[in-house]
């Protein structure tokens, strides 16, 4: 079973930066690609940014592109998510997760099958 351990959420001023980080342990590379999602209050939880472990193919949704990057050390079986140009409206709890690989869409959560315990990220004004 994978297990998610995430870290880097904090506190940020709007136009600063966090990284966050995921780490996996108990992973198979050619099983499982991975993905972060967020949810803010009274909101549901959306996707932010997906790599495909094998390839390094990335996705972003279009209210993060060119502010957030997501990548990969396969070394250490960790992601992650480097955030820039913050704004109040990136606040939410940051979750990442793993999606078998004969899942082709990882924009779509509902497909995830372990996610992380979440990592608050508070962007102020």
């Known amino acids: 079973q994978v297990q998610l351990v995430e870290s880097g959420g904090g506190l940020a001023q709007a136009g600063g930066s966090l990284r966050l980080s995921c780490a996996a342990s108990?992973?198979?590379?050619?099983?499982?690609?991975m993905g972060w999602f967020r949810q803010a209050p009274e909101k549901e939880r959306e996707f932010v940014a997906a790599?495909?472990?094998?390839?390094?193919?990335?996705y972003y949704a279009d209210s993060v592109k060119g502010r957030f990057t997501i990548s990969k050390d396969n070394d250490k079986n960790t992601v992650y998510l480097q955030m820039n140009s913050l704004k109040p409206e990136d606040t939410a709890i940051y979750y990442c997760?793993?999606?078998?690989?004969?899942?082709?869409?990882?924009?779509?959560?509902?497909?995830?099958?372990?996610w992380g315990q979440g990592t608050q990220v508070t962007v102020s004004s």
């Open positions: 997760g793993v999606i078998p690989t004969i899942w082709s869409a990882l924009t779509d959560g509902r497909r995830y099958s372990v």
């Open positions: 790599i495909r472990w094998n390839s390094g193919t990335t």
């Open positions: 108990g992973r198979t590379a050619n099983t499982y690609n």
